[in-house]
């Protein structure tokens, strides 16, 4: 399930080369401001500020093990041209330098076999400059090797650099400014309890009330999840407020949040029906259960005054296509986690993976799950979602589902 965006060769020939830094630096090219390494035992990510947008290429490298990362720049003027990596992780340490008239090069030296997973370049955006982000994961020493014998093949061997409009363009998608993932040490969930405040979501035939049930529920969670010591967990809200839909999908995407899970609790008119299902959104979806749910979460901003959600403008930009493509698949793969564990304690619906249109779940670039964890409208349920023990234990059980989606990102492909 990896995104390889543009993992595309250098001439390895070039690393023998001199450096040879230019006298005056060349019109038009941005300079590299800032290059930071952040490394947890399951990925690192590099980050490279640039004055405005460019080219870049990427090549793995052996004896020793290294991944190279040249950006089209004039020159640089980072604090700090070589570090050692204290934390444990696959990069031991890092240095930059002038490669030729127009690169910088970036040599990540590894501690252990690795593979670029994606990389892409932002624009600039209000007070951040443009960026080249880089995310790297464990490899087996064979992929390694492979990746390093390909890059090698395709730099023509024996062909000297003299030319560096060689440099490949990388083809990379181009998210809206600002929304970089974060420099974390630790995956950060956000948790959407549906509802609160002037909206009340569904309501039990007692008088239980969705917004105070998934409130709860969504606060066991996060106990659950910190408590893990793996995840930072925040919740868009933490009492009985209200909360624009287009307000959760902004704060996850301001936090950069790795992943969104929005928690729910819905009726419907038959009483028969019953389970729980976690939902991926897919706007062509055509189940008229699932379209009547999507159609009531999505009035929430009505109820409270105001107008039907609209789309974000960058979720229509073609150029995000294939980030959301990727968000999407990465969004299913987290639903199944979590049914996959839901399902030995938990009643769970036919299907209960499942695809419907909610506005809450739009984020271009978090990966974004509902769950529905059952009918208010059904007895059973009902009695289920009131109790302290099911609680814990479909609690519990999502904690799992959530972990394991993380281990299957970091897990070699
Ligand atoms: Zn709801």
């Known amino acids: ?224 999840l910190m408590a893990s010591g793996r995840f930072d967990v925040a919740l868009t809200r933490e009492d009985d407020t209200f909360l624009r839909l287009e307000e959760r999908v902004a704060l996850a995407r301001a936090n950069k949040a790795d992943i969104f899970v929005s928690i729910h609790a819905d009726s419907f008119q038959q009483p028969d029906i019953r389970g729980a299902s976690v939902y991926t959104r897919d706007e062509n979806a055509t189940d008229v259960l699932d379209k009547v749910l999507a159609d009531s979460e999505n009035k929430s901003d009505v109820i409270a005054g105001f107008a039907m959600p609209q789309m974000a403008p960058e979720v229509v930009d073609i150029l995000l296509d294939l980030m959301r493509r990727e968000m999407r698949h990465q969004s299913y793969t987290l639903a199944e986690s979590i049914v996959h564990q839901l399902e030995p304690s938990v009643a769970l619906r036919r299907f209960p993976v499942r695809q419907a249109d909610f506005f809450v779940l739009q984020a271009p670039d978090v990966p974004s799950v509902l769950v529905e964890l059952g009918f208010l409208s059904n007895a059973s349920d009902m009695a289920n979602l009131l109790q302290g023990e099911w609680q814990d234990r479909t609690a519990d059980a999502l904690a799992r589902g959530i972990s394991s989606y993380f281990d299957s990102l970091s897990a070699p492909q």
């Open 1 to 224: 399930m990896l995104l390889l965006l543009c993992l595309t060769p250098l001439m390895a020939t070039a690393m023998a080369q001199e450096a040879d830094a230019p006298a005056v630096a060349p019109v038009g090219l941005p300079n590299v401001m800032d290059v930071r390494v952040a490394v947890t035992p399951e990925r690192a990510r590099l980050v490279i500020d640039l004055a405005s947008k460019t080219e870049f290429a990427l090549v793995s490298l052996s004896d020793p093990d290294r991944l190279a990362i040249d950006v089209r720049a004039a020159t640089f003027t980072v604090p700090e041209p070589a570090v050692e990596v204290s934390e444990e992780g696959v990069i031991a340490s890092y240095q930059v330098e002038q490669a030729g008239p127009e690169r910088v090069r970036t040599t990540l030296t590894l501690s252990s076999p690795a593979q670029v997973q994606q990389a892409y370049v932002l624009e600039a955006f209000e007070d951040q400059p443009a960026r080249l982000v880089v995310d790297i994961i464990p490899a087996s020493a064979e992929e390694f090797a492979a990746n390093v014998a390909k890059d090698f093949e395709a730099s023509g061997a024996s062909a000297p650099v003299a030319d560096d409009s060689a440099l490949p363009v990388a083809d990379n998608s181009t998210p809206a400014g600002g929304s970089e993932l974060p420099i974390a040490t630790r995956p950060l969930v956000v948790i959407d309890p549906g509802h609160g405040g002037i909206d009340s979501g569904a309501e039990a035939p007692g008088g239980a009330k969705e917004k105070d049930i998934v409130l709860a529920f969504a606060l066991k969670l996060q106990q659950l």
